[in-house]
Each structure stands twice: as structure tokens, then as C-alpha cells.
């Protein structure tokens, strides 16, 4: 089945700076790149999302970068704020019906 | 709000026990889908129905079932239960059947003693 890795598992910046979480997938068939942000007690909530014909979205403050070949995507964070602390997602589709399979996480911490 | 309702917000049961845990859908969402996220194991997909009928599974127990209704609400159950049982068992719903955004509900808490 479909492997997802992510990295870092924890990751602290200084508000304002810049965050960049990375994933790799196994699965070449994948065309499917979601990102999640789970704040605490709630559940995961979709914030950006890519499909294999494009290279990179971007939506404000949020980017996410895709490249197939290497089979890495990554979400891009500008300008954090402390409203970005959370643990953020990435997922990929797997197995014959393409449920998504999701990364171990990343607890991002923006430091005021 | 996703727009998925997800009940009990928290259950805490004995070893041994079964309990249900149900879900409402965002409407005209037609796939539901069942993950569980513990400490240890991230969000690890269990079961997805779409439109009534059982379309994936994943690493789901024997001793765990689930079912969608016609009115498309899902219900988990969980017999048997052990203290590893214990997780966030989350919800979501998507318009689809596959590849496509999901809406999570906030996610029942289950506590084995």
C-alpha cells in the first residue's frame, strides 16, 4: 500500500518567519496531494490541496509545491502567525479505491 | 464547522464492552468514512461506505463493524473492547467516492478503563 512519510515531526519558528513541512509517497499513481490542520480537540480541517497536472498552488499565506518525479510535496507557510500553531497533514491516495493515507504529522509551534 | 456531527464527544466504557459511535454527514455528502488516530499511530483509515454500501477497507478489526443507513448516517461499533482500543475515532464525509476532499467531524473520544 501507499506510503507516506513526513517531516519534520515537530517544527518551532519565530512569528513571522517562513514554515516548510515535506512528504514523500510511494505510490506513482497517486494524483492527489491534500493538506490538513488539526488544532487541538477538533478535527482535521482540509486548508490546500494539488492534483498532478499543476506544479504549485498557492492560496494567501499557504503554497503547496509539488514535484512527481521525485515524488515530494510540501506545504509552505509565510509570514506565520500564532494562529498557525497546530499539527498539520499531508495525505496521498492509496490502495485500489485511493483512500487517502496520511502522514505521521507535524506539530508546528509559532513562537510570538 | 465541517458540517459532520459526530456523537458522543466522549465515551468512557470497560474492558469487554461495545459501544456505537455515530455520524451525521455534511449534506448531500454521499461517502462516509472512519479513521482512528491514536498517539502512537497517526490517522489510520478504517472503513468507508459510499451511498450505503461498503467501498474500502483498511486496517479494521474483526471485533469493529460498520454500516451507513439510507439516510446516509454511519454508525462504528466496537465490541470486545480492549485499553488499546482507546482513540479519536473521526468521521468524514466526502461528495465522491474517492480522491477527493474530506470534511472531518470533531471526532469522538474513547477511553477503555
Known amino acids: 500500500g501507499e506510503n507516506v512519510e513526513q517531516h519534520p515531526s515537530t517544527l518551532s519558528v519565530q512569528e513571522g518567519d517562513s514554515a516548510v513541512i515535506k512528504c514523500t509517497y510511494s505510490d506513482s499513481a497517486s494524483n492527489y496531494f491534500p493538506w490538513y490542520k488539526q488544532e487541538l480537540g477538533k478535527g482535521p480541517q482540509l486548508i490546500i490541496d494539488i492534483r498532478s497536472n499543476v506544479g504549485e498552488k498557492k492560496d494567501q499565506r499557504i503554497a503547496v509545491t509539488l514535484n512527481k518525479t521525485a515524488k515530494h510535496f510540501s506545504l509552505h507557510i509565510t509570514e506565520t502567525q500564532p494562529e498557525d500553531s497546530a499539527v498539520y497533514f499531508c495525505?496521498?491516495?492509496?490502495?485500489?479505491?485511493?483512500?487517502?493515507?496520511f502522514g505521521s504529522g507535524t506539530q508546528l509551534t509559532v513562537l510570538p | 464547522d465541517s458540517g459532520v456531527t459526530q456523537t458522543p464527544k466522549h465515551l468512557i466504557t470497560a474492558t469487554g464492552q461495545r459501544v456505537t459511535l455515530r455520524c451525521s454527514p455534511r449534506s448531500g455528502d454521499l461517502s462516509v468514512y472512519w479513521y482512528q488516530q491514536s498517539l502512537d499511530q497517526g490517522l489510520q483509515f478504517l472503513i468507508q461506505y459510499y451511498n450505503g454500501e461498503e467501498r474500502a477497507k483498511g486496517n479494521i478489526l474483526e471485533r469493529f463493524s460498520a454500516q451507513q443507513f439510507p439516510d446516509l448516517h454511519s454508525e462504528l461499533n466496537l465490541s470486545s473492547l480492549e485499553l488499546g482500543d482507546s482513540a479519536l475515532y473521526f468521521c468524514a464525509s466526502s461528495a465522491g467516492q474517492m480522491e477527493e476532499k474530506l470534511f472531518f467531524g470533531s471526532g469522538t473520544q474513547l477511553s477503555v478503563l
Open positions: 495525505a496521498a491516495p492509496s490502495g485500489s479505491a485511493r483512500q487517502l493515507t
